[in-house]
């Protein structure tokens, strides 16, 4: 599979629905918590999401490992290989503060550029719609390579 090809299934597939997660996170704590700008609450809410994102990538294990198999570039198998939780537990307790450090980043972001008006109003449903066209666009693009069916020829 080519380098490009690669990067926009890891684009639309992996990445954009990474940072909408991380993005709903952020509109979920700061919608739900009162006093969400106190620093004990955003680390708590930023733990409980990055539990949240450890959860979310298990469920694109298969996706990543498959990308991973594909591409012979060092530095882009790394990366795909850096979302696997299927590591070693060092590589599992780092992709986990990587989490908490964007969930705890991702909830100061939406505090500091939305208001509270935004936030519990369209932000989620807005953040999931495009969130649903990427994936959907990401599995388009390379649904042989990603199905669990076996290919027919």
């Given at each position: 599979m080519k380098k490009s090809h690669?990067?926009?299934?890891?684009?639309?597939?992996?990445?954009?629905?990474?940072?909408?997660?991380?993005?709903?996170?952020?509109?979920c704590y700061n919608a739900l918590v009162l006093h969400s700008a106190d620093l004990f609450r955003?680390?708590?809410?930023?733990?409980?999401?990055a539990l949240i994102m450890f959860a979310v990538k298990a469920t694109i294990q298969r996706p990543v490992d498959l990308l991973a198999t594909e591409i012979d570039d060092g530095?882009?198998?790394?990366?795909?290989?850096?979302?696997?939780?299927?590591?070693?537990?060092?590589?599992l307790?780092?992709?986990?503060?990587?989490?908490?450090?964007?969930?705890?980043?991702?909830?100061?972001?939406v505090r500091n550029f939305l208001t509270l008006d935004q936030i519990v109003g369209k932000?989620?449903?807005?953040?999931?719609?495009?969130?649903?066209?990427?994936?959907?666009?990401?599995a388009y693009v390379e649904y042989d390579n990603l199905s669990i069916d076996p290919q027919q020829h």
């Amino acid at each position: 599979m080519k380098k490009s090809h690669v990067l926009l299934v890891f684009t639309f597939l992996l990445l954009i629905p990474y940072i909408c997660s991380l993005t709903i996170i952020g509109i979920c704590y700061n919608a739900l918590v009162l006093h969400s700008a106190d620093l004990f609450r955003t680390t708590i809410g930023a733990i409980v999401g990055a539990l949240i994102m450890f959860a979310v990538k298990a469920t694109i294990q298969r996706p990543v490992d498959l990308l991973a198999t594909e591409i012979d570039d060092g530095f882009l198998k790394q990366l795909l290989r850096f979302f696997s939780i299927r590591r070693r537990y060092f590589l599992l307790g780092a992709n986990i503060v990587l989490d908490f450090i964007l969930c705890f980043i991702a909830t100061f972001v939406v505090r500091n550029f939305l208001t509270l008006d935004q936030i519990v109003g369209k932000s989620v449903g807005i953040v999931i719609l495009v969130m649903l066209i990427s994936t959907c666009l990401g599995a388009y693009v390379e649904y042989d390579n990603l199905s669990i069916d076996p290919q027919q020829h």
